[in-house]
């Protein structure tokens, strides 16, 4: 048998530093990389490079991040090519307009590169899935809806948090699987965040609850499974 190729991930930003930093970070992880500076030429090489995953900075000249993230999904060979989004722009302004042009996930540059490689690795190699993109998902009875933030299960309708709400739609993308606290952690709130085991907890109980049963289920390894 021969050797599985490398995974490819695009990179586009005109910052010449975070070019490097990156392609230098996730080629050590075994990703083959391709770094694009303008990203007037961003589409072209996309075509050329056949990306699983393209990484976009949101100000850049134009077409400026979320410019070319529509540009990218307008075209059918994008369709299922992870968009993330490595930015300084923390506004929920930005955020949204990110999702709903099509970008799978959202990560600020100020304490990002450790959480958008552990995320790359993830979707990339682990085949979780982080697509924030999608609208509306559906598993077994629950039923959500991201953009307005609306959950219910056998047509009961859940009032949930932000943290509860991202914590069910994260599972809810990945039904089926066993998922650990620390996944759970890294990949929804990211590497770095304070979120603990005992906070994750307060969420799974109140969630269940909220839902008059045990959607998310803890078993005795300290792994997780979603029963919807």
């Given amino acids: 048998m021969g050797e599985e190729k490398p995974m490819r991930v695009m990179v586009v930003d005109d910052d010449e530093d ?29 075509w050329e490079f056949c990306p699983d995953l393209i990484i976009l900075d949101i100000m850049m000249p134009h077409p400026n991040g979320i410019e070319l993230c529509r540009e990218l999904r307008n075209n059918r060979r994008f369709d299922s090519t992870y968009i993330f989004f490595l930015t ?36 990339l190699r682990k085949r979780f899935v982080i697509r924030k993109s999608v609208g509306e998902v559906n598993a077994g009875s629950v039923t959500l809806h991201r953009q307005t933030m609306s959950a219910t299960v056998s047509n009961l309708e859940l009032f949930l948090s932000q943290p509860e709400f991202d914590l069910l739609f994260f599972f809810a993308q990945n039904s089926g699987r066993l998922i650990s606290y620390s996944n759970l952690i890294q990949l929804i709130w990211g590497a770095d965040t304070s ?3 005992t906070t994750i907890d307060q969420f799974i109980d109140s969630v269940n609850k909220k839902a008059g049963k045990q959607l998310i289920q803890k078993l005795h390894d300290h792994q997780l499974r979603f029963r919807p």
């Fill in 88 to 123: 300084a722009k923390s506004e929920t302004y930005y955020q949204q307009a990110a999702f709903n042009t099509g970008g799978d996930d959202y990560i600020e540059k100020m304490m990002g590169l450790r959480t958008l490689t552990i995320k790359i690795i993830s979707v």
């Fill in 195 to 197: 979120m603990s085991g």
């Fill in 18 to 46: 975070i070019l490097d930093l990156l392609k230098y970070n996730l080629e050590k992880e075994g990703f083959k990389v391709k770094t694009v500076e303008r990203s007037s030429k961003a589409l072209r090489v996309a």
